[in-house]
């Protein structure tokens, strides 16, 4: 009888606690933040806007004078998110030291990036950034970027062109094409591989952009896209040798 008793008054001041901050009313960072409560913060307005997270954010940093706001949620911790360029400039630069990524960022992200430069803090992270400063110098990336343009177009779009221009070839949508060829010389550049056969499917026909986006999976909370299927094809190998095939030119413009 004792637990079910402690079950019962640990439920009721729960619900009390919930009505008490409901009724008390909401309060926001500074009249721009989300809309929080006490106890539970601002878990209402979380839950409210859990598939549209970056737009709600993107949304209440504009609407805030000093672009900063402060997010209260229950279960969370306590975060500031700031898009003041002065304010990223003060961090990054000025200082570095006092805005450590902390535990909590590094285990969550430690079997991705493990202690690399992007999950590592104080001496490490000036000893790593040290070392990479020369290879991603302004000239050294130029050069990567025209090589890696350079090698897609001849080997990519300028095979896909010329069979489409062969009789029979059919019209070819120009904006589509480049659009497309642009995200492959992102994916290479960035990631080093190709994303080179995908098919994305929007859960909601006629609402979503039928070229959104080449780069986007499922996530939770993110954009209602998933990809059903997906091969990747290493820049290592000599995986761009049939560009000028009709398979090629197929799965390039489809």
């Not at 009724?23 to 598939?51: D, Q, W």
């Not at 690399?116 to 000239?139: M, P, T």
């Not at 062969?166 to 190709?194: C, W, Y």
Request: some cysteine.
């Amino acid at each position: 009888m004792v637990p079910y008793m402690l079950c019962f008054q640990f439920v009721a001041c729960c619900l009390l606690v919930l009505l008490y901050s409901l009724r008390s009313g909401s309060t926001s960072s500074a009249g721009h933040g989300p809309r929080s409560y006490p106890v539970i913060g601002c878990l209402l307005a979380f839950y409210e806007n859990r598939r549209r997270l970056l737009d709600w954010y993107t949304e209440m940093l504009s609407a805030s004078p000093t672009q900063t706001i402060v997010v209260d949620r229950l279960g969370a911790r306590r975060t500031v998110v700031t898009a003041n360029p002065a304010n990223v400039e003060y961090i990054l630069l000025g200082n570095f030291g006092n805005y450590p990524k902390g535990k909590p960022f590094t285990d969550v992200l430690g079997d991705l990036l493990g202690n690399g430069i992007f999950n590592v803090d104080g001496d490490k992270w000036f000893a790593q950034r040290k070392l990479v400063s020369h290879e991603f110098s302004a000239r050294t990336l130029r050069e990567l970027e025209i090589a890696v343009l350079e090698a897609e177009a001849l080997d990519r779009l300028v095979p896909a062109m010329e069979a489409a221009a062969e009789p029979g070839g059919g019209a070819v949508d120009m904006q589509d094409v480049l659009r497309r060829e642009m995200a492959f010389v992102q994916m290479k550049f960035v990631a080093g591989a190709i994303l080179r056969r995908f098919d994305l499917r929007p859960v909601d026909e006629g609402r979503t952009p039928a070229f959104l986006p080449l780069l986007t999976s499922h996530m939770h909370g993110g954009l209602k896209v998933t990809v059903r299927r997906r091969k990747v094809e290493s820049t290592t190998g000599n995986a761009l040798h049939d560009a000028a095939t009709d398979k090629s030119r197929s799965s390039f413009f489809s």
